[in-house]
């Protein structure tokens, strides 16, 4: 075999590797730099958060509404929720909220280095002025102007002293009230008769 034709063959045998190389490259940075499933996944808290400086709020919820499954326009919710601070002694001193008219703040608002703070839900309107060895604060939005339904998150933004403020998207909370047991006859179930 000449020369020339030795070059061509050995040319030849290397067409193929060089095109599945490329093929492996390609395909292997098809997923470089993509978005992937994983990256956005959040840790399974249902309510809100937000992060100030040193200061964290999480699983921010208004309480599951009582009556209708619903906050009607007009009316107020308790925010549920866990203030954190790492960094120096700090205070919540105002709430607001576009879609509520005012908020009311009671309990305890001073957010000392390393502690949390923790609203429960109770009304603010019924707890202002109180105290509470727990570390509590109650967080009441009045007046909202629309109706507020589980599955609208309302943005809520919360002031502190020294660290600023922090918009956080609340939705409404779980519905706690306990479902009815299989056994239970389904309302109206009674009356269907022929089963």
Known sequence: MSRP???????LRLIPAAIGLGAVVALAGCSAGQVTETDTQVAAVNGGSGDLKQIAIRNATFTF?????????????????????EGPDDKLVQVT???AASAILGGITDVPSRTAL???GQSAAVQQGETSA?????????????D????????VT?????????????PVGPDHTPRPEHSSPLPGAEQGGGH
């Open 97 to 99: 909220s576009p879609y």
């Open 65 to 85: 509404p009582t009556s209708d499954a619903r906050y009607p326009a007009g009316s107020s919710a308790p925010v549920q929720l866990v203030i954190t601070n």
């Open 118 to 120: 923790h609203a429960v």
């Open 5 to 11: 034709q030795h070059l061509k063959a050995v040319r």
């Open 134 to 146: 727990d570390r509590e604060v109650q967080i009441t939005l009045n007046g909202f102007k629309q």
């Open 158 to 170: 919360f002031v502190f002293e020294k660290a600023g403020s922090v918009t956080v998207q609340v």
């Open 148 to 155: 507020i339904t589980p599955g609208v998150t309302v943005p």
